[in-house]
Nanobody
Framework: QVQFVESGGGLVQPGGSLTLSCAASGFTFGAKAMRWYRQPPGKEREYVATISYDGGVTHYADFVKGRFTISRDNSKNIMYLQMTNLEPEDTAVYFC?????????WGQGTQVTVSS
């Protein structure tokens, strides 16, 4: 079964940093582009960032550009999201998934809370 397991979330102060991990299984991870999404409380899920199959090309939503960095380690089937200069507006449940929407289902996500 195709699975995505997000981890690394927690409570952080404004201006702080966190690194999230996404462990994938059930498909050839190294052959698929991947994406991070997030869902703030009371809002719909929104797009955060994309990384190509080999990590050579990345793309970011405007609201995280310059603060977040997406990366991957294909030898471990893990994708990362390094987050810096966090703001209260970044508070959300963060999810990962392949760019192929029909491949797999949403995981549980990991909660990120930015508060003083």
């Amino acid at each position: 079964q195709v699975q995505f397991v997000e981890s690394g979330g927690g409570l952080v102060q404004p201006g702080g940093s966190l690194t999230l991990s996404c462990a994938a299984s059930g498909f050839t991870f190294g052959a698929k582009a991947m994406r991070w999404y997030r869902q703030p409380p009371g809002k719909e899920r929104e797009y955060v960032a994309t990384i190509s199959y080999d990590g050579g090309v990345t793309h970011y939503a405007d609201f995280v550009k310059g603060r977040f960095t997406i990366s991957r380690d294909n030898s471990k089937n893990i994708m990362y999201l390094q987050m810096t200069n966090l703001e209260p507006e970044d508070t959300a449940v963060y999810f990962c998934k392949t760019t192929t929407s029909t491949l797999g289902s949403w995981g549980q996500g990991t909660q990120v809370t930015v508060s003083s």
